[in-house]
């Protein structure tokens, strides 16, 4: 059937010698794809399993469905949530305590087979760990905004709660968008724009002065596209001239942090399907400018 076409080989991942997790799929609804690599009584795996030398294959069957297709790559671990954020290819697992060892695997083995046949990072946290972390970081989204909005404890978090999580998402949100949550007009609404407005305005002004301090050109701090971020990255690396800048590769820009979402993430763990691109196109405009 895989000579023929008839089922497909999705992806592979392998410890040689040790296992393997196959994904295949067959267009053929009347065809079910892991019966047939598998074969009567495990016959046709087995052959596979004997060539080499005992090495354990788990065959799965590959759907579109992502939560699905995590849920059966962590098997025999029985999974409560899966949270998905495409946009980096990262995945929380949530499980509870007695499967934790199950979906880790010996070693780590079979959650780090299950991130490479699906390619997504994966993290495997349980109830009680996820629970903590969204107390935590609901506290310090409130603080957030309480400190930089100017508003009251209640008011911060029934904005964090409606899922405005961060100063820059209030900045881009209308106040159409944010009077729609009860308590909130929409002359607050707009009055809350304008001061994430303001405070966004403020901390990269104050970068921005502390570079001019350092002796950074004018033309790279205000080089259109540059971010709060990589204005501390270029604080951090010393670089002084839009000429030192345009000399840069765009690994060599990778450090500090950035905000996505509301969540503060290291940029060596930021896709580079975000970013990657971005800083190719800023050097790009550099060197055009020189």
């Known amino acids: 059937e895989i000579y023929e076409g008839t089922i497909e080989i999705k992806s592979v991942a392998r410890d040689p010698g040790s296992r393997a997790k196959i994904c295949v799929h067959s267009q053929d609804s009347s065809i079910d794809p892991v019966g047939a690599c598998v074969g009567m009584r495990g016959s046709r795996v087995q052959t596979i399993v004997n060539e080499l030398h005992g090495e354990k294959i788990d065959i799965i069957k590959w759907t579109e469905d992502l939560p699905t297709l995590i849920s059966e790559s962590l098997s025999p671990a029985e999974i409560q949530r899966v949270l998905i954020d495409q946009d980096n290819k990262r995945i929380d697992i ?17 959650v780090r ?23 935590t970081e609901f506290k310090e989204r409130t603080e957030t905004l309480i400190k930089n909005l100017e508003v009251d404890e ?21 106040p159409e968008d944010i009077s729609k949550i009860e308590a909130i007009d929409e002359e607050t609404a707009k009055e809350l724009i304008n001061r994430s407005k303001e405070t966004l305005v403020k901390e990269k002004e104050a970068v921005a002065l502390k570079l001019k301090e350092l002796g950074v050109e004018d033309k790279l701090i205000n080089l259109k596209g540059m971010t709060q971020c990589m204005l501390v990255i270029i604080r951090k690396k010393n670089i002084k001239k839009l000429s030192d800048f345009a000399d840069l590769s765009s690994d060599e820009l990778i450090g500090g942090y950035d905000e996505i979402k509301g969540k503060k993430l290291e940029l060596t763990v930021i896709s580079k ?7 190719k196109l800023m050097i790009k405009k550099c060197q055009q400018e020189r």
């Open 94 to 110: 949530i499980l509870s305590e007695e499967n934790l060892s199950k979906a880790i695997g010996r070693r780590g083995q079979n």
């Open 273 to 279: 399907k975000l970013h990657y691109q971005e800083k």
């Open 113 to 135: 087979l299950a991130s490479k046949l699906t390619n997504f990072e994966i993290d495997i946290l349980t109830d009680k760990e996820d629970s903590e972390r969204r107390q």
């Open 154 to 174: 209640t008011l911060g978090q029934l904005l964090v709660s409606e899922g405005f999580v961060s100063i820059d998402e209030i900045a881009q949100s209308n």
